[in-house]
Nanobody, 126 residues
Framework: QVQLVESGGGLVQAGGSLRLSCAASGRTFSTYAMGWFRQAPGKEREFVAA????????YYANSLKGRFTISRDNAKNTAYLQMNSLKPEDTAVYYC???????????????????WGQGTQVTVSS
């Protein structure tokens, strides 16, 4: 069983930055691919970014490339999402997810991930 706990969300003005963290339980975090997704009210869950087990490769939603950066620190069992130049349309609940089988895969499909955090709210004011 893997537990994921997100933190770092909050209220920020447009143009500002936030860094989300996702702390994972267990000793095999370094073997997982990790992903970030978001869900705005009334919308489907949307892929944000993914990273392979060793951080060697990353993948972003086209619309977010250049503003968001995914990273991980396997020594701390933590994945991160750095969000810059935030816009009101970035307002959503942000979730991290772990893909325990195939840590070298970068997947945009939520169904490929085995474990999810509870989410952290990000609100960007105009």
């Amino acid at each position: 069983q893997v537990q994921l706990v997100e933190s770092g969300g909050g209220l920020v003005q447009a143009g500002g930055s936030l860094r989300l963290s996702c702390a994972a339980s267990g000793r095999t975090f370094s073997t997982y691919a990790m992903g970030w997704f978001r869900q705005a009210p009334g919308k489907e869950r949307e892929f944000v970014a993914a990273i392979t087990w060793n951080g060697g490769s990353t993948y972003y939603a086209n619309s977010l490339k250049g503003r968001f950066t995914i990273s991980r620190d396997n020594a701390k069992n933590t994945a991160y999402l750095q969000m810059n130049s935030l816009k009101p349309e970035d307002t959503a609940v942000y979730y991290c997810a772990a893909r325990t089988g195939g840590g070298y895969y970068l997947d945009a499909s939520p169904g490929r991930y085995d474990y999810w955090g509870q989410g952290t709210q990000v609100t960007v004011s105009s």
